[in-house]
């Protein structure tokens, strides 16, 4: 128990020093959860969970003002419970947000000690020391970040497991069945989502085209994905970018012809 705890925090730290450092998206839960499911032993359902928690968490992006709840620790502990109790993708999602909530929480509470850093880099720039600097940076932007991830999820892993279960035998039966009910209808919210972002009238008839394909066609995803990748090299002259140009036509005549 204590050595999961362990890799859990360390997954949950690695998610916060992903997100810190330029992120290629590895703090997300489809990436993270099924690293949790691997470390408990269940890569299944650490996947399905991972996919699920993904839909759920697909418009949490900061814009502006705005910080989102925390999907990294949510996404963690939603499957790390989930997965250690047995319990169903339902409970997860059941678990998700109300964490990702809280973790939020915790970090606005954690803001109040940045001035003091933000300050310090203030007097390293007045005495021209860059270094200094740089260490701020790297303190506040990714060593908090990481320790306090890693402190919450092992912690909260490891002294938790017995709370959590109480708490989804207080849930009421209707409610999770309510949770599984809106697992299913996440995918198709998350998609439409993502239409409103990408569908444009350039792109409407090759989304149709996909759509007629798999339906009426029977060829998988993968094959679709295929042609698409054709009609994109094709359309844009892919094969041409980066080559040697092609030759001029040469004239059709030449001085000495008559005609």
């Known amino acids: 128990m204590l050595v999961q705890s362990i890799l ?118 007045a005495q021209g020391n860059v270094k200094g600097i740089y260490a701020i940076h790297f303190l506040l932007g990714s060593a908090l970040g990481c320790v306090l991830y890693f402190i919450l999820c092992s ?24 949770f599984g009910i809106a697992a299913n209808i996440l995918p198709a919210m998350g998609f439409a989502m993502l239409g409103r972002l990408v569908l444009t009238k350039q792109v409407m008839p090759y989304f149709f085209l996909g759509f007629l394909i798999t339906s009426y066609a029977g060829i998988p995803v993968l094959g679709v994905a295929i042609l698409a990748i054709i009609i994109a090299i094709e359309k844009f002259d892919l094969l041409k970018m980066g080559g040697a140009a092609e030759p001029a036509l040469a004239a059709e005549g030449d001085d000495d012809d008559d005609f």
């Open 8 to 125: 859990i925090g360390l997954i949950a730290a690695f998610g916060a020093f992903d997100c810190q450092l330029g992120t290629l998206y590895a703090f997300r839960p489809i990436v993270l959860c099924p690293l949790v499911g691997l470390v408990l032993g269940d890569l299944q359902t650490g996947l399905a969970i991972g996919a699920s928690l993904e839909l759920l968490f697909m418009g949490s992006i900061s814009i502006g003002a705005y910080v989102p709840p925390n999907e990294t620790v949510g996404g963690v502990l939603a499957c790390a419970f989930a997965i250690s109790l047995g319990e169903s993708t339902e409970a997860a999602i059941a678990l998700a947000m109300p964490i990702a909530v809280l973790t939020l929480s915790l970090k606005n509470i954690m803001r109040v000690i940045d001035p003091f850093f933000v300050d310090m880099a203030d007097k390293f720039a």
């Open 155 to 178: 912690t909260a892993f490891y002294l938790g497991v017995d709370a959590v279960k109480g708490l989804l035998d207080m849930i009421p039966q209707f409610a999770i069945d309510g």
